[in-house]
């Protein structure tokens, strides 16, 4: 639980640091932020190993298959690697860049749920007769 304040204050200090490069050197500004965003999610792996064990235990107990659990899974990993491309490229000033990842994101997202939107659907007609 110490990790949110550590990265707080990092943010913090490194913010800080950012503002007086930009107006120096924005592409050292910039690498900055991304060598922070880097350091922090690395450092944040051993966490992300522990959610996903939880899941796959939870989804084990609960007797439901992994082909259902996978691609939630990959959905959240997509919607934050999207939203981070987004963010260093708006930190850039590429606001149009920044919408076509979030843009990729949402249909990388939506073929990722096509599988269990078909199972449902195959269930649905099933029922249905």
């Known amino acids: 639980m110490l990790w949110v304040p550590l990265v707080a204050g990092l943010a ?3 913010c800080i640091v950012q503002v007086q490069m930009r107006s120096m050197n924005s592409q050292w500004a910039l690498l900055l932020s991304t060598t922070f965003m880097v350091i922090i999610l690395i450092g944040l792996m051993p ?31 997509i919607a934050y690697v999207a939203s981070f491309g987004a963010q ?4 850039a000033g590429e606001q149009t860049i920044a919408s076509v990842v979030e843009l990729a994101g949402k249909i990388v997202i939506m ?8 199972a449902i659907l195959y269930s649905v007609l099933g029922i249905l007769g």
Not at 111 to 118: G, I
């Open 47 to 77: 966490k992300l190993a522990e959610i996903v064990y939880f899941f796959n235990h939870l989804a084990s107990e609960a007797g439901v298959k992994s082909m259902y659990l996978a691609p939630v899974l990959k959905t959240i990993a």
């Open 111 to 118: 073929l990722v749920a096509l599988p269990v939107l078909q």
């Open 12 to 14: 913090i200090v490194v």
């Open 88 to 91: 260093i490229c708006r930190d």
